[in-house]
Every structure is written in structure tokens, then in C-alpha cells.
């Protein structure tokens, strides 16, 4: 990148140490501190002094216009070089308006909605001083004890980068920046615990978790954000093959390069850098080029510049990246940027914007099972048990400055919906470690005057998000206990269960007649399940991360391999010499691309335009979709392939495309894919990413463990 006149002038008038603090990210709340500041988000090992404050280069999580306006004001009054400050925020699902959790989002499978929701969430939140959130977070998810995997849409490579490139169309779109995260594969902490060390090969790595941050970089997002993670036995922000050689290198990114919380400085913890002039040695020569919450760079960087060890050329580039982001943000002009207070007042809770959460909420959640009891008549005598009957606490993690006041409980929902109030009893408590049975006896005696009893159950909503991983991904016991005294009734139960991963719910499943999975459905929850239990929408969301059976199949996904041992049938194995478990079966109780609807859709006629394919051609496949149930419904069309032998072995399944239609009852469509070499490519043996020829499997169906297929041969 070369810089512009404006650029090169700034960089020849600031000192070293102006710099540096350029190149330095604090929380908001050293410059507005408020009576939480000790606590929350100022950390001791900053030591950063009046001058340091004054002059850094961009804020995190400031609040709201009020707070920006403040922030930016005095900034602007104190600083010495004027230059305004960039201004970011954590905007993931929603500013105040909030819209489920990506991972929900994600199973839409619509991209079109999710850019929407992202445009809804830019729109409130530019006008409330965000210049730049920190989202998409694209991370290959595969462990549901990781309570991040809420933050990410889900298992595969594939749809997470549809998914990334749609939010940032969305957030750019609505006037706010983005920045994409986190680089690379923290997605895979061992053991699924947050912030621990990942391995993966090299192969790997390209193959399935570097492609969806690759994808997002299409739609040119204006940052990256590095990770935490030790990466093959070296931390991230030390990695310069990939920071150096494949992000800016091989994917040209020549946007700002961002460190996450502290990272920069956890290299001594991770035992890699030995004090922090050697941070900041190893990451500015690695062009990290904001250092976010801790400030080696400050206190190291002038004279590592001076010694020689990190060149004056690379901390320009550097400083000129960012000063080109607020160029191109308009913060010269104008450094207050959108920041209107009235304004966000007006756009923040919208009825629009209100509609497009409800909108998401339903298409997000997913009917795992429903022998029949679904949808309720509006006559049905039911009477909403558990936890989440009437809870507000459903916003999900990064609820910004969502407030759960604001949001619907089903309880709610279900009142507004049908004119007259329910009934709703908590019965037990919704904590993890909850062993206080004393609500149950209420809630079992008012179900007892219920047609249908409405259980709404799962984990609670602060055990999902960032350092909130779990080792036991079950409903708590508590709630157990209540679904099996509820059970004793004989009466269906309908359980709809809140959570930001995939819960293990073999119990529920066996207990109850239907289960909705409602994630963390955001503002408009309650109202969006009521319309889907009484049938006003009919479910249409579909997984994007398998559910296990069992805890002890994490990390558990779809795109897996078929092992020179394969288990035929999915019956607990009485041979040990194949690929098996001695007390559970290999499959997921509910698989990626799962979900039901209250119709049914049949399959049928899987062609290809020819059986055979050579190089540099095209072959379509087209399926018959019909709509065979009794009402209208959307569904989600998948396309996979399996590439039989190859140089490096490739998985039994790989979604390639997804198309969603809506078909009223009795209709059928002919959904149409199209296959070139780039659908069949992978890397082989010889690390590039090409189509080897030979046979393929090419699948289409509503759910990867439910298929038609075809064969194709790729010709040279
Ligand atoms: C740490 C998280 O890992 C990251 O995703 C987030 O954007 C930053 N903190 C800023 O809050």
C-alpha cells in the first residue's frame, strides 16, 4: 500500500513514540472511567502514563453515543497530534436490537438474512460511535464444549465463509467496518477448553480452517483479527509464515492487522517471548499493526526502532495502514464519524428492526423431533414449565447493548400472540450445579391441568461465550428431574431448549414428544417461538453443528473420515476391531443439515447432465424437491460430495452448495446445482488445490445423513 500525501505527512511529522501509541488499542474506560473501571476493563499491566492515554490510536468498548461523543471529545482536546481515534466494539449479533447468536443465524442457512441482520445491527451501532466491530468470527467450530462455538455459524468450511462474507456485506452496507476473526484456528482448542493450545497439520489447517477467513477476504473487510491460541507449538502472533506469508502474502490482505485482548503479551505466559521487548519485537515485525490491551509496543517499540530491530520502513507500513483505515472512514473530515445520539435513539429498537430479529429468531430455530403434538391448536390447554418460561435472560453472550428487559419471554410471546395469559411455572432453577428440587412439586402440579405441557429447559445463558467452555454439555440434573416428574404425568411434554452450543440431549429426546431448539434467540424470542409451537411459521431452520450423543464423541462432525475400519450399521459394536465406541453409537443424535418442518418434503430424481466431466467443464445436478406434507414450508437444499480415492483421503461427506425455497403444500421444484473442478478440489498430496480425476459421489438431500446420489467422473 502506498500511502496518499495526508499519510506520508502525518508519519514524517509524528515521533516514534507517537507511533507506538498509534499502534496501541485501550479500553474507553481509561478515558472515561466509571465506577466499574478497576474491575472490568483496565489491566495493571499496562502502566501507562497521561501521555500514552492522549495518544493512542483506537478505543474498544466504549458504550453508547453519549459515551463516544465524550470519548472522542476528549481526545480530541487532549491529544497532541489531533489524530482522531478509531473506534471499535464488540457488535455480534446485534447492537440494541439483538438477533440470535451466529450459530443460530447460521442455521437459517440464509445468507440474504443474515446480511440483513448484520446491516440492522451496523445501523444502530454507527450511529452510536462504532466505527469498526469486531465481527464476523468465522472460526471452524467442531467441539460443542467449546462456549464459543456460539460466535462462529458452525462445523463447516464451507458455509462459515458464506455466512462471514454475508455479514460483512451487511455491516459495510449499514455504514460500520468489520474485522474479521480470530486468525487462525482457535476454533480448535484441545479438549474444547477456551484459550487452550491447538494442533493441527498443516494440511489440515488449509484444507478446512483457514478457507472461510480466505472466503471472508473476498468481500474486503477493512481488518483481521489474530488469535490467542499457540498454534502447532508456536502462538499465533508469532507465526510469520502465517501472518507474513500466507495472510499477507499468499492472500494479499493489506487492511489492519489486529491483536486480540492482551494477546500480544500472553507470548510470556505461553512461555515463546521472554519479557515484553520481545512481544513487541515478534509481533510488529509479524505486522500486527494494533496491539489491543496491552502495551509492549508503548513502552518497547521507539527504541526497538531505534536498535534496528523492527525497521522504520515496517512500522510506516503500519502506522500507514491505520491512518488509512480512518482515512478511509472519514475521521479527518470528521472525527466524530456517525455519532448522532438522536439518531440512534430513533433507529435503536425499531419497529424494523424489531421485525427483522423476529424474522431471524424463527427462521434460526430447529424442530429436532415432533411425533405429532406440534403445532398446538389455539385452544390447547398447555401450561409452560422450566426455567425459561418466562426468562428474559435469552439474548445470548456479545449482547452488546442489547437489554434483556427488552426482550420477550415465551410467556410473552405466547400471551401477545393468543390474547390471553399462560401459565408459566419455573419449577427449578436453570444452574449448571442447581440441585435445589423445592419448585418442582408446583410446577409438576400445575402441568397436571395441561392438554400439552411446554417444558422450557437448557443451559444457562452465561455458560456459553467467550471462557465459558463446558466439560459436561448435558441439561443440568436439576432440570432433568423436572422433565422426568413431568413425564410421570403421561402427558406430552414439548421441550424447547435455550443454549449457545449443542447440548447432549439423549434424555430430553426420550422424555419428550417434540423438541425446538431456540438457541439464544435474542430480543424477539418469546414471540418467535410462540409463532412457531401454535403454527403461525412453520420451523425451517436446519443444524450447522452436530448434537452428540454422548460428551464423550466431542469433537463430533459430519465432514469426517471413514477409517480403514468403518462400522457398517449404527448399532453399538459388538466387534472392538472396527471404528467404535464399547457403549455408544459413532453417530450424532441429530446431524449437521438436520431439521424438521410441518410439512414434508420428499426427494426425488438426483440427474447430472452427464455422467462424466472433463477438465475445464461443467456438469449440473438437479433434484426434485415436492412439498408432500399438508401446509407451506422453506427448505433448506444441500449438496454434497465425496471424492472416493484420491492422493490425500478425502472425507465422506463435503457440503458444496445449499439453496433455500419455499414450497406451498403440494408443489414441487427442480433445485439445480452447478459442479466445475473447483467443487471437486481439494489440497493434495502436493499441497495445491486441484481436482484429482477419478470417481465422485455427488449427494443432494435435507440433511447430510439423508441423500440421493449420482456418480461423476472427473476426465482429464
Ligand atoms: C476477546 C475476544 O476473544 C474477541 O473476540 C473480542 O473481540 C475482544 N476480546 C474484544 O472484546
Partial sequence: MQPGNKIRKLL???TLEDKA??????????????????????????????????????VLNFGDAEDAQFVRATHLENSHSKIPLLMMQDVIHGYRTIFPVPLALGCSFDTQLVEECAHMSAVEAKYNGVDVTFSPMVDLARDARWGRVMETTGEDPFLNGEMGKAFIRGYKRGGVECCVKHFAAYGAPEGGREYNTTDISERNLREYYLRSYAECLKEKPAMVMTSFNLLNGIPV??????????????????????????????MIPHGYAEDERECARIAANNCIDIEMMSSTYIHNLPDLVRGGEVSAEKLNGMVARVLALKQKLGLFENPYNATDAEKAAEVCLCEEHRAIARRAAIKSCVLLKNDGVLPLGAQCKSVFVGPYADSKDILGGWACAGRKSEAATIAEGVKNLLGRSVTAVKGCDVGLLSTDESGIDEAVSAAAEADVIVAC?????????????????????????????????GKPIVAVVFGGRPQVLTVVEKLCSAILYAWQPGTEGGNAIASLLYGQSNPSGKLTMSFPRSVGQCPIYYNSFSTGRPKGEDILSNCCYNSSYRDELN???????????????????LT??????????????????????DCDGEETVQLYIRDLFASVVRPVKEL???????????????????IDESTLAFYTADGVLAAERGKFIIMAGGSSQNVLSAELRLED
Fill in 457 to 489: 429447559i437448557g443451559e444457562p445463558a452465561d455458560c456459553s461465550g467467550e471462557a465459558s467452555s463446558r466439560a459436561d454439555i448435558s441439561i443440568p440434573r436439576v432440570q432433568v428431574k423436572l422433565l422426568e416428574r413431568l413425564s410421570a404425568l
Fill in 656 to 674: 458444496k452448495g445449499f439453496k433455500k425455497i419455499a414450497l406451498r403444500a403440494g408443489e414441487s421444484a427442480v433445485v439445480t446445482f452447478k
Fill in 12 to 14: 514524517e511529522e509524528m
Fill in 587 to 605: 453417530s450424532p443424535l441429530y446431524p449437521f443439515g438436520y431439521g424438521l418442518s410441518y410439512t414434508r418434503f420428499e426427494y426425488s430424481a
Fill in 21 to 58: 501509541r498509534q499502534l496501541t488499542q485501550i479500553n474507553a474506560l481509561y478515558i472515561k472511567p466509571t465506577a466499574k473501571a478497576e474491575v472490568t476493563g483496565v489491566s495493571d499491566d499496562m502502566r501507562l502514563s497521561d501521555d500514552d492515554i492522549r495518544g493512542v490510536g483506537s
Fill in 237 to 266: 502472533n508469532g507465526r510469520s509464515d502465517l501472518l507474513l506469508g500466507y495472510l499477507r502474502g499468499e492472500l494479499g490482505f493489506d487492511g489492519v492487522v489486529i491483536s486480540d485482548y492482551g494477546a500480544v503479551r500472553e
Fill in 608 to 629: 447430472l447432465s452427464s455422467p462424466v466431466m472433463r477438465r475445464g467443464e461443467e456438469v449440473e445436478a438437479g433434484v426434485t424437491v415436492s412439498n408432500v406434507g
